[in-house]
């Protein structure tokens, strides 16, 4: 054929394998890294976080804020106008006293409103299968006229049984005094209420701190009442009842307030220092757990018979750590290693080549001829890798003619009789570079029937003679 003479072999192109998209060694270096997200973030139950998961609370926080308000509004007003006023006329303490009780309330609000209460947390999915399966073994295995109520344990403490319950919700038992709470959706530990005031339950980390709030603020709201009182009648006796009214405003508005908020905070007070002598929680003396209308042996277990006892280990005992840790990272799933499929895939190289060269014979490092064959002398065997076929180096061949490299694979493969009326080769069977041989025709008719070592060498013999004939072109 003259060359630059226009022929079939004109429109055979050879296409390169891109292996940029699926080499397994470049992709920890391209993925995204995901950013580590805090337990708080998924939290299940309903609640509202803050600074980065340090500040725990309700979500219904209206009355809160209400709460803070009032507290705010009524210490400025006294601060503002009585007490410059009473301190020149009775003593400079009355500042000083009204601003440490000040303080010591709102600390003690806020750090009852921003801790965790005590929430236990939810069971994993596991643990919860596990045991849904130990109680169906425990009521459906028990023998006998006695069989334990459904979702129920009973365990004694101090001689008294006291009768735990199991949580739907949260998937546990809960301990003995804890409580599911329906405004947050949680498990708390020694429950004692929800109080919408401070937006936060009430339970065993932070029952103190609401205690001493509640104290203080009955003591600050008495404070603020008395000396304003006090204020109001000084006035009066320089100028009048009335004249003082209109001269203090703010001490009116004051007056009002403290009024019909020292009764109820008073009382709060008295009724939690009643349960704090006692060793009980509000959940337990409004359902009447401990009542002795249930029976004369009916008794709290929990009360160490002394009331400075019970109130030291209420409020001077040691504070038990949070069981939840909002704070804390969610462990992700560790990745399983993908097994290399040969040895090609571990150094790197491309799946689509590993598959290519495990489907292709031409592409095997192995040789292919049986034991018994002969190899020539000097000459390079059938089984040997063919050097113009390096994997990932798709090389065409040359159109220069090579009559030494023609005649010496013509004395080693005699040309078969089907084969020799050709003078070239058509696309369809020119062979393909390494990695399309598993799409192309010559693929398709002549590698899916191999069966034998006999039908893979003549595989091979076809395509060197076809690199012989393309060479000749």
């Known amino acids: 054929m003259p060359p630059g003479g226009g022929g079939p072999m004109k429109d055979c192109e050879y296409s390169q394998i891109s292996t940029h998209s699926s080499s397994p060694m470049e992709s920890p270096h391209k993925k995204k890294k995901i950013a580590a997200r805090r337990k708080w973030e998924v939290f299940p139950g309903r609640n509202k976080f803050f600074c980065n ?131 947050c959706d949680n498990c708390v530990e020694r429950f004692d209420h929800h109080c919408p005031w401070v937006g936060n339950c009430v339970g065993k980390r932070n029952y103190r701190f609401f205690y001493m709030f509640i104290l203080s603020l009955s003591f600050l709201t008495v404070f603020i009442f008395a000396f304003v009182i006090t204020h109001v009648i000084l006035r009066s006796q320089q100028a009048g009842f009335l004249n003082a009214l209109k001269d203090s405003p703010a001490s009116v508005l004051e007056a009002v307030v403290c009024f019909f908020s020292v009764w109820s905070i008073v009382g709060l007070s008295g009724f939690h220092t009643y349960l704090i002598s006692s060793n009980q929680t509000t959940n337990e003396d409004i359902k009447g757990s401990w009542s002795n209308k249930r029976g004369k042996e009916n008794y709290n277990p929990y009360s160490y018979g002394n009331i400075f006892t019970n109130c030291c280990v209420a409020l001077c005992g040691p504070i038990s750590p949070s069981l939840i840790d909002r704070r804390g990272y969610i462990q992700p799933d560790t990745p399983r290693p993908a097994a290399p499929s040969n040895g090609m895939a571990a150094y790197g190289a491309t799946q689509s080549q590993s598959d290519t060269a495990a489907a292709t014979p031409l592409l095997q490092s192995e040789p292919s001829l049986a034991s018994d064959e002969l190899h020539l002398p000097g000459k390079p065997g059938l089984g040997t890798p063919c050097a113009s076929l390096t994997l990932g180096q798709p090389t065409p061949p040359s159109s220069m003619p090579n009559l030494a490299a023609e005649a010496a694979l013509t004395d080693i493969l005699p040309l078969k009789e089907e084969h020799v009326g050709h003078q070239f080769l058509t696309p369809e069977e020119a062979p393909s570079p390494p990695g399309m041989l598993a799409g192309s025709p010559l693929a398709h008719s002549r590698t899916m029937h191999v069966l034998g070592l006999a039908s893979q060498d003549s595989l091979h013999e076809d395509s060197v003679r076809g690199l012989v004939k393309l060479s000749s072109v």
Do not use: W
């Open 53 to 183: 998961g340090r500040i725990m609370m309700a979500r219904q926080t209206g009355v809160f804020y209400l709460t803070l308000i009032l507290i705010l509004v009524t210490s400025g007003l006294f601060f503002a106008f009585d007490c410059p006023y009473l301190a020149v006329k009775i003593t400079p303490a009355i500042p000083v006293v009204g601003g440490i009780l000040f303080f010591f309330v709102m600390g003690t609000l806020l750090r009852t409103s921003f801790s965790d209460p005590g929430v236990l947390p939810r069971a994993t999915p596991d643990e919860a299968a596990d045991l849904e399966r130990q109680i169906d073994i425990a009521n459906g295995t028990s023998s006998g006229g006695y069989r334990p109520p459904p979702r129920t344990k009973e365990v004694i403490i101090n001689g008294q049984t006291v009768k735990l319950k199991y949580c739907f919700t949260c998937k546990i038992f809960r301990p003995p005094r804890a409580s599911h709470c329906s405004l």
